[in-house]
T-cell receptor, first 113, second 112 residues
C-alpha cells in the first residue's frame, strides 16, 4: 500500500521556472524524505525533514511539512534541464522502528530549455 | 570507489528458474533493503536486514528469499521465477534507523 501520494504525476516547465511537487500521506510519521531518480538510475536522497520541523532548505530545494494536513511539498527554484527526473517522497512511519520507508508513486519532472 | 553495487544490471530468464540478484556495499552500513519498482506502484519493499543474520519481510516478500551472512552483501533469490516478478530491483543501504537510504542502480529482470 502506498503511504505517500505525489501530485502532480507529471510536470513540464521551462528552464528557470520553479517546480513544486506535493506529497500526501496517511499515518503519523517520524520523518519524510525526498528522493530523485534519473532515468535508468537508482534513487538519490535529497532532503529529510523530521516531524517536528516545518521547513527545510538545501541549495535550490525547499521542503515544507504540515503534519496537521499530512502533506509535504518540494520546491525546486530556478530549475535547470539537469533537474529532469522523477521525484519521490518517502515516509518513515511513526512506530515503525525507523528502518522502513514507504514510497509514493512519484512526480515526473521535465525541464525544457 | 565506495558505494553500493548491484549485479547483474540486466537479466533475462525463464519461468521456473532460480535467479539470484547480488548487492554489495562498501560503507559497512547496518541496514540493507531490497525493493521492486513497477509502473503505477512506485517502490515496494521486499525484504530488509538490520544487521548480518537478521532479516525481515517487507510489503511484498512472497516468492523471494534473502540471506545476509556478511554485513556488506545482501543477495536476493527468486526461487522459482514467475512472469509477475518481471521488474526493476533496487538494493539500498543506510547507516541506521531514520537515516537516508543509498541506492544501487538497479537490476532490470525480465522473466519470459
Amino acid at each position: 500500500s502506498q503511504q505517500g501520494e505525489e501530485d502532480p504525476q507529471a510536470l513540464s516547465i521551462q528552464e528557470g521556472e520553479n517546480a513544486t511537487m506535493n506529497c500526501s500521506y496517511k499515518t503519523s510519521i517520524n520523518n519524510l524524505q525526498w528522493y530523485r531518480q534519473n532515468s535508468g538510475r537508482g534513487l538519490v536522497h535529497l532532503i529529510l525533514i523530521r516531524s517536528n520541523e516545518r521547513e527545510k532548505h538545501s541549495g535550490r530545494l525547499r521542503v515544507t511539512l504540515d503534519t496537521s494536513k499530512k502533506s509535504s511539498s518540494l520546491l525546486i527554484t530556478a530549475s535547470r534541464a539537469a533537474d529532469t527526473a522523477s521525484y519521490f517522497c518517502a515516509t518513515d512511519t511513526a512506530g515503525g522502528g525507523g528502518n522502513k520507508l514507504t514510497f509514493g508513486t512519484g512526480t515526473q519532472l521535465k525541464v525544457e530549455l | 570507489d565506495a558505494g553500493i553495487t548491484q549485479s547483474p544490471r540486466y537479466k533475462i530468464t525463464e519461468t521456473g528458474r532460480q535467479v539470484t540478484l547480488m548487492c554489495h556495499q562498501t560503507w559497512s552500513h547496518s541496514y540493507m533493503f531490497w525493493y521492486r519498482q513497477d509502473l503505477g506502484h512506485g517502490l515496494r519493499l521486499i525484504y530488509y536486514s538490520a544487521a548480518a543474520d537478521i532479516t525481515d519481510k517487507g510489503e511484498v516478500p512472497d516468492g523471494y528469499v534473502v540471506s545476509r551472512s556478511k554485513t556488506e552483501n545482501f543477495p536476493l533469490t527468486l526461487e522459482s521465477a514467475t512472469r509477475s516478478q518481471t521488474s526493476v530491483y533496487f538494493c539500498a543501504s543506510s547507516g541506521g534507523a531514520r537515516q537516508p537510504q543509498h541506492f544501487g542502480d538497479g537490476t532490470r529482470l525480465s522473466i519470459l
